[in-house]
């Protein structure tokens, strides 16, 4: 063992780990070797000093802060348990099956008018009058699917280790929700 | 510790994150009670600032929050390390931009020195000891922690996670994702660094 060797064994042995012949050698040489010793002598103290550093307890406003930050992250729900297209896929067809009666309503009247269409000319006006029923219908589709989407949007299913996407996901979900929000109250 | 008790402690870390997967807020509120000290004083330590440790800790919280419906419990140390995985990395991204922020505006290092006295006036006082040997004490805190920031990162880390947390080499190698052998050189030579920049503080005299 030499000076310029020992210290890459100084955490083995002051850990007690090395095998029984090198902890020997080691020993042997700190003993012979007055400025070896003085060197693992400040090692150890070091090591000490780092082990004895107190813990930092956080401050009163730590849980409240994180509380509120989970509680932001509460609203929407967990990523995994539904994926996002059978999310919209399920909404959506229970979305048709609420409006099922406009729907059917709608597809009659357009039937009905294309068969008039091909039958008599005069009754193109009233079809287009019929016509008439289907923006506000399809308006108030337009916002529930909106709605559903602020749901889904901001999840994607990787971003365990990923800060990207983390941080994208925490400044889209706000904007998101408070837009789909608004516009819901709204209309 | 008996083994036994340490690897009850696991358990319930792990039993706690199942339930946290069934939907029972209380359980997670449990894991940060159990976890809060250490991150945040895990984060402190290692940045050498107390604030953005407790933003960085909630961070790291968050997003164990989020993803738990993707953690899967398998026993022995297997949150510790998760945990201090997501710490470490946000921890990494902290020191970069950090190191790029020197850079572009030269701040000195005075900065860094003041943030590390902020951190040692708020470590509690030993009751034990005399009020001089408080003094001596933080005194001696404090150039350890500054000793610490002179660390390179590739060092810092590992060795802050060893000495400071108290994991285990193979769960330092688990958390940083390197082979156990450069984990336990790296803890070896950021020793020995530290050594050398603590020799005016340490006297080899005292045992
Ligand atoms: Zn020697």
Redesign the interface.
């Known amino acids: 063992m030499s000076c310029t060797t020992i210290?890459?064994n100084?955490?083995?042995y002051l850990e007690d780990s090395l095998p029984a012949k090198l902890r020997q050698s080691v020993a042997d040489h700190l003993r012979s070797c007055p400025n070896c010793q003085?060197?693992f002598?400040?090692?150890q103290?070091?090591?000490s000093?780092?082990?004895q550093?107190?813990?930092?307890?956080?401050?009163a406003f730590?849980?409240t802060?994180?509380q509120i930050?989970?509680a932001l992250?509460?609203m929407m729900p967990?990523?995994?348990?539904v994926p996002i297209l059978d999310q919209v896929g399920g909404k959506f067809w229970q979305l048709i099956g609420s409006w099922r009666w406009v729907v059917s309503t709608v597809l009659a009247f357009v039937v009905i008018a294309v068969y008039l269409m091909a039958t008599r000319i005069d009754v193109v006006l009233v079809s287009s009058s019929e016509k008439q029923s289907n923006p506000q219908v399809q308006s108030i589709e337009k916002r529930d699917l909106v709605d559903e989407d602020s749901d889904s949007f901001p999840f994607s299913s990787d971003?365990?280790?990923d800060?990207a996407v983390?941080i994208q996901?925490n400044y889209v979900f706000p904007t998101v929700t408070y837009s789909a929000l608004s516009t819901g109250g709204r209309l | 510790m008996p083994r036994n008790s340490i690897e009850n402690e696991f358990c319930l870390d792990d039993r706690l994150m199942l339930q946290c997967q069934k939907g029972e807020?209380e359980a997670?509120n449990q894991i940060?009670q159990r976890h809060?000290?250490?991150l945040?004083?895990f984060i402190?330590?290692l940045l050498g600032d107390?604030e953005t440790?407790?933003d960085l800790?909630?961070e790291s919280?968050?997003?164990m929050?989020?993803?738990?419906?993707?953690y899967k419990a398998e026993g022995s140390t297997k949150f510790t390390t998760w945990m201090y995985?997501?710490a470490s990395?946000?921890c990494k991204?902290e020191l970069r931009n950090r190191n790029r922020r020197q850079r572009h505006f030269m701040v000195q290092t005075d900065d860094q020195l003041r943030l590390d006295q902020d951190?040692i006036a708020?470590?509690?006082a030993?009751p034990a000891l005399q009020p001089d040997q408080q003094l001596v004490k933080k005194e001696?805190?404090s150039a350890?922690?500054n000793a610490?920031s002179l660390l390179p990162e590739t060092y810092r880390l590992p060795?802050v996670l060893r000495?400071?947390q108290?994991l285990s080499y193979n769960q330092v190698s688990a958390t940083l994702k390197l082979p156990l052998g450069t984990v336990?050189?790296r803890?070896?030579r950021a020793?020995?660094m530290?050594?050398d920049l603590?020799?005016p503080v340490?006297?080899?005299t005292?045992?």
């Open positions: 210290e890459d100084f955490s083995d003085r060197e002598d400040l090692f103290q070091s090591v000093a780092l082990q550093l107190p813990e930092i307890e956080p401050s730590f849980d802060d994180l930050q989970l992250t509460e967990p990523p995994e348990r971003s365990m280790f800060p983390e996901q | 807020a997670f940060v809060r000290t250490a945040v004083t402190a330590r107390r440790a407790e800790a909630q919280l968050l997003r929050y989020r993803a738990a419906n993707r995985h997501i990395n946000l991204n951190l708020t470590a509690p030993d001696q805190q350890v922690q610490i060795l000495d400071i108290g336990k050189s803890i070896n020793r020995l530290l050594k603590l020799k340490v006297s080899p005292e045992r």
